[in-house]
């Protein structure tokens, strides 16, 4: 078959009454299946059950440094847990502060923070004209969602498979004062799957920026989540700690992370990392905040994954059972489209998502197609601030939970409304 793009408007009208003459045949199948959002699977969820015969009513419940974590007390974390998050975000126990539920709300509340009472001395960004934010794109919704909660205005940044364009986030961050951070997801990036190179690590930190308190949101949601346990088929990120502070920015940086898709999303444990500095202000904010965490979900964390020590096993477990879903999207995606040469998409090591681009102007009708036929994807727009892709082309697959049978279904389906949002489109030209 040739490509789309060379075949005569007779040809595209016989590929296309054969697209369509499929997809109402799927359409007819009545399917309900859901690749909206990377949800971790049963299969994966079963995976930390035994985490909650760790705790029981016979179980030790002092933490070693003597805090009975059946009571209030200690604000910043247990020791163990602070080891724990400690490993998954690459840095010193000292410099970690355990937090709640999730790493979502340690984000909003370090925005909240520093619109409300700035940072290191500076003004609180809410008494500032204007504020800024950088967001690679595609990017994370919910990140976009926090920086319109604030009413900060959100400029774009082209992502490629090594992080963002450090050309354009150069400019802009010397060029206006206004800019006061970038969201950034480092390792198997949400959506798209990429890992920052070194350099673009080294050239966040060392920049030159305009605004004196400009802040990296490097949220590491995905640390660990690779899938293969062989090394040297898991990628690394440079730690932007240590670039920073090398670069004469020790205080520029703010990590995120949590044990959401590790062990239970929305039970797990979140937790930010910061230089001393940092730490020590967050702390005096959080002091009229709360007394304490949930400490028991920590100690439970920290002993079910030995402090740190395992994570590896324990996400290779994970990886085993998500590793066979993003080769299957990889090869259904290739062999239905390649040929056609209608789309591109990604093919991460790891992380949650495939990012899909298909032709400009048909991501929303690709998405309807598909619901149409009873399978849920994100909402096409979701990867760009404002829900705006302005080429209206990138949609983001997530095929964590779906079972392996019932995504094969979705990708035949999502294949077809590729190929039949395509031809609408030529034929339409
Ligand atoms: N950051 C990124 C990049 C994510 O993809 C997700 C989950 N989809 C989160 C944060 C949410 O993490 P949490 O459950 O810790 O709030």
Not at 111 to 119: D, I, P, S
Not at 347 to 374: C, H, N, Q, W
Request: hydrophobic share 45%; net charge negative.
């Amino acid at each position: 078959m040739p490509r789309y793009a060379d075949m005569s408007k007779a040809e595209l009208e016989t590929e296309l009454a054969q697209v369509r003459a499929r997809y109402d045949e799927m359409v007819a199948r009545g399917l309900s299946l859901n690749m909206a959002r990377g949800k971790p699977s049963a299969a994966q969820l079963e995976l930390s059950l035994p985490m909650l015969d760790v705790l029981d009513a016979d179980a030790d419940l002092i933490a070693e440094d003597g805090t009975d974590c059946r009571n209030y007390g200690v604000l910043d974390g247990i020791p163990e847990a602070k080891r724990l998050m400690a490993a998954l975000l690459d840095d010193e126990p000292d410099n970690v502060i355990v937090l709640g539920n999730a790493s979502l709300t340690a984000m909003y509340d370090a925005m909240a923070r520093l619109m409300l009472f700035g940072t290191q001395g500076a003004a609180p960004w809410n008494q500032l004209p204007a504020v800024k934010w950088l967001c690679p794109v595609p990017g994370y919704d919910r990140h976009f969602t926090i920086c319109e909660a604030f009413g900060i205005e959100m400029i774009p940044v082209t992502m490629d498979e090594h992080g963002p364009d450090m050309d354009e986030v150069e400019r802009l961050v010397a060029a206006d004062e206004a800019v006061k951070g970038i969201w950034c997801v480092p390792k198997y990036s949400n959506p798209t799957g990429a890992t920052y190179a070194d350099e673009v690590v080294r050239r966040l930190a060392a920049m030159d920026a305009a605004a004196p308190d400009f802040r990296i949101f490097w949220d590491n949601a995905y640390a660990v989540h690779h899938f293969s346990a062989d090394a040297s088929e898991q990628d690394t990120v440079l730690d932007i700690a240590v670039a920073c502070a090398e670069a004469g920015n020790p205080d520029r940086y703010l990590k995120f992370g949590s044990t959401s898709k590790i062990t239970f999303p929305g039970a797990g444990v979140a937790a930010v990392a910061a230089s001393p500095a940092n730490v020590a202000e967050i702390k005096r904010h959080m002091n009229a905040q709360a007394i304490g965490h949930d400490k028991l979900n920590q100690l439970r964390h920290a002993r079910f994954l030995n402090e740190g020590a395992g994570l590896a096993e324990h996400m290779a477990r994970h990886g085993a059972l998500m590793g066979p879903k993003f080769e299957l999207v990889c090869r259904r995606l290739d062999e239905e489209l390649t040929e056609a040469a209608v789309a591109t998409w990604t093919t991460p090591r790891g992380g949650y998502f495939v990012s899909f681009d298909g032709p400009d102007g048909t991501a929303r009708r690709i998405v309807e197609l598909a619901k149409g036929a009873g399978v849920t994807m994100t909402g096409a727009g979701a990867t760009w601030p404002y829900g705006n892709d302005p080429a209206d082309g990138n949609i983001r697959i997530a095929p964590s939970l779906p079972p392996l049978e019932e995504l094969d279904a979705a990708m035949d389906v999502f294949c077809c409304c590729v190929k039949l949002a395509a031809l609408e489109q030529l034929l339409a030209a």
